[in-house]
């Protein structure tokens, strides 16, 4: 009860702050010039709330306005000489517009102004009229590899004025903001590596671009906005959070630069870097690619996710696109960014491919998806192996009876009762599961011998198993890239029978076994368990066709002629 009363006592003094705030927009909108010239376009960003933009619509049509304005679809067919973006707003005071321009006639090298936003009325669980943004100056996190901190978090800023007033700020508002549009147009809009409804993100981008531009920004407290966030909206402008601080990192707008070593590369890996990082397999792909390149004569640095974003000297950056996204400098920082597309293709836009100076796709099938949208030089470099890690140190002709189990399997579930499991299972034969997170499948973890290998013992796993069963996840299948661990087991001289992926037969021939539904793998296993020396050829063939073609020192080779052709295009 107590706490009722509480709320209703904070609902009655927001309400009687706002008609106070009220009385004195009306005041200073009567001061206020004539902007009935002006052209304003005003663009709503979407929402996928119908709710919120009907009572947008509502609020503007009885907010009182001197200037003509009129509702366009999207910049480009906008016709004002200035833009409104509105994200969420569902109510506006009166002058909202006219508010926003007053900044723009007090300093003509005003680059973006915009307003005070508060949590609408329609917000539940005590965040109605609290306010949400106020402007935040550029914050900087106080590590050396992270950039700009990416919670827009509120902050007071002391204008040295009484009352209402506009004030110098870096980003003024993220859910109304003011720019002329040829200005708009210069800084390249809205940054389209913010995915649908990440505006919050995609306007703190934009002010700082005109930060950087050497424009001044302004927070007019005059101009009062009320915005509606739901669950979907905040998971929705989540997905921008990770952007803002590659963008913007350290030193982005000081114009600070480490002077590039053109024989220097980074290697940007998604694995974390803690101790758990080392489990990952992008931590040994990266470091064999590492060891590659270094033959090559390169100075490479290997970088966890954690610190891709730290200042650097390499005038080189490959990022192996696998779990996550990587985000360039918004300024141009003199590096060669290339992308080699290793994995999880599905969570991958071409806003980001477009960012890279060389694309490596890891099939010809990616490229070809990604071929319409990405105006960015590529080719086809697959996945592959690293002998000195994979070669199994013994000859490969063992004797009958020393393998052990007949079916291998290596990998974890991710939630996932994997494909070829699901079509050996139940089976009679001796089955090993290597793996993590099979506790939720108990017909698969009764197989659990381990929930890892370590990596100077995974060749002579792979090679003393009878048949390595190998499956793809659903979009590396759609988009035809070749699991690694093929590589790696034909490396080590492992039998292998895998689910078929579009351009398999291609790179590999007869080099290894693929099956179509569940019968043909069982067929399968029990012919080639009782035919050792047909099982052995294709074994030997495999390896031979690895070591010939598909090493990290032939990957190396062909970076190397790309970076080279490049060397001095950009500095």
């Known amino acids: 009860m107590l706490s009722k009363v509480k709320r209703g006592i904070l609902s009655l003094e927001a309400y009687a702050a706002r008609a106070r705030d009220k009385m004195k927009i009306q005041e200073r909108l009567r001061g206020i010039q004539d902007f009935s010239g002006m052209s304003v376009s005003v663009i709503y960003l979407p929402v996928d709330n119908a709710d919120v933009k009907r009572r947008f619509d509502e ?15 999207d910049a480009e067919t906008a016709k004002g000489e200035y833009l409104v973006f509105v994200n969420g707003v569902d109510g506006v005071c009166d002058g909202w517009l006219d508010f926003l321009a007053e900044a723009f006639v007090r300093d003509e090298n005003t680059g973006i102004a915009g307003g005070v936003t508060y949590y609408s009325p329609q917000m539940r669980k005590g965040k109605a009229y ?17 950039g700009i901190s990416c919670k827009l ?65 302004y ?17 929705a402008n989540n997905t921008g959070r990770p952007v803002l601080p590659g963008r913007w990192r350290k030193n982005a707008l000081s114009g600070k630069r480490p002077k590039l070593n053109n024989m220097e590369i980074d ?72 992308y080699w597309t290793i994995s999880h293709p599905a969570d991958i836009s071409a806003p980001e491919l477009n ?48 393998y052990s189990p007949e079916l291998l399997f290596v990998g974890n579930s991710r939630g996932v009762f994997r494909k070829i499991l699901r079509d050996v299972l139940p089976t009679d034969h001796d089955l090993h599961v290597y793996g993590r997170h099979w506790e939720k499948f108990p017909e698969v973890q009764e197989h659990v011998i381990a929930n890892y ?52 037969e291609e790179a590999f021939g007869e080099c290894l076994v693929t099956y179509t539904d569940r019968k043909d793998l069982s067929d399968k296993i029990d012919y080639y368990l009782t ?12 390896r031979k066709r690895v070591l010939n073609k598909h090493t990290f020192d032939d990957r190396a080779e062909k970076i190397a002629e790309v970076i080279e052709a490049d060397k001095y295009a950009k500095l």
């Open 59 to 73: 609020s503007i049509a009885k907010a009182k306005t001197n200037i003509k304005y009129e509702m366009a679809a």
């Open 130 to 146: 609290k306010t949400r943004f106020k402007g935040v100056q550029y914050l900087q996190n106080n590590t050396e590899t992270h």
């Open 153 to 217: 978090l509120n902050a007071d800023i002391d204008s040295g004025e009484q009352g209402f007033c506009i004030t110098k700020t870096d980003i003024p508002s993220i859910n109304i903001i003011m720019i002329r549009a040829d200005f708009y147009k210069k800084l390249g809009g809205l940054c389209g590596l913010y995915e649908s409804n990440s505006w919050d993100f995609a306007i703190a981008d934009l002010c700082f671009m005109s930060k950087a531009y050497g424009k001044d920004n």
């Open 219 to 235: 927070l007019c407290d005059c101009c009062l906005v009320s915005v509606f966030r739901d669950k979907a909206i905040r998971k």
């Open 267 to 338: 290697i940007c890996a998604s694995m974390p870097g803690n101790e758990d990082g080392k489990y990952w397999g992008d931590y040994h792909y990266s470091y064999a690619l590492r060891a590659a390149l270094e033959r090559q004569g390169y100075i490479v640095n290997v970088l966890p996710v954690d610190d891709w974003y730290r200042e650097s000297s390499a005038r080189t950056v490959i990022v192996l696109r696998g779990k996550r996204g990587y985000y360039r400098k918004a300024l141009g920082d003199g590096q060669r960014l290339i």
């Open 355 to 402: 960012q890279a100076d060389y694309i490596f796709y890891a099939s010809e099938i990616m490229k070809q998806k990604f071929s319409e949208k990405v105006d960015v030089p590529s080719s086809v470099l697959m996945q592959c192996t690293d002998p000195e890690a994979m070669l199994y140190s013994e000859d490969i002709v063992i004797p009958t009876g020393n």
């Open 453 to 504: 290998i370590d990596n100077d013992k995974v060749a002579g796993v792979y090679h003393n198993a009878r048949i390595l069963l190998n499956d793809h996840w659903d979009d590396m299948r759609e988009y035809g890239i070749i699991s690694n661990r093929i590589f790696d087991a034909m490396c080590a001289g492992a039998f292998v029978i895998s689910d078929d992926v579009p351009g398999l």
């Open 531 to 542: 035919h050792e020396f047909e099982r052995m050829r294709i074994a030997r063939a495999g």
